[in-house]
């Protein structure tokens, strides 16, 4: 994730995850292995990593204006989440 770099029109990434669910195995996972690439490639990007107990995995993306786009992230791998974040971050 190190080079992947998040730009305009995307303003904000939120994930929302389960602690210990298996659901959220897979986020957990790639955040433990890319969080600190991505914050150092994106030092000043809001990327925000809400955990709650019992939640579904998902990732929301803001983009200009206001509009929010998100995806599931339910028993998804690491890699897979990888390829979500690419995807939502070029939907606009």
Same mark, same amino acid.
């Given at each position: ?49 809400? *955990?709650? @107990?019992?939640?579904?995995?998902? %990732?929301? =993306?803001?983009?200009?204006? &206001?509009? *929010?786009? @998100?995806?599931?992230?339910?028993? %998804?791998? =690491?890699?897979?989440?990888? &390829? ?9």
């Amino acid at each position: 994730m190190a080079g992947v770099r998040l730009a305009a029109p995307l303003r904000e990434l939120r994930i929302h995850l389960c602690q210990k669910g298996d659901s959220s195995k897979g986020i957990r996972e790639f955040l433990q292995q890319n969080y600190v690439g991505m914050k150092k490639t994106n030092p000043k990007f809001p990327i925000l990593v809400r *955990e709650c @107990s019992g939640v579904q995995p998902r %990732l929301w =993306a803001r983009f200009d204006k &206001g509009v *929010e786009k @998100s995806v599931s992230l339910n028993n %998804l791998s =690491a890699t897979d989440v990888l &390829g979500q974040i690419k995807t939502i971050s070029g939907a606009c």
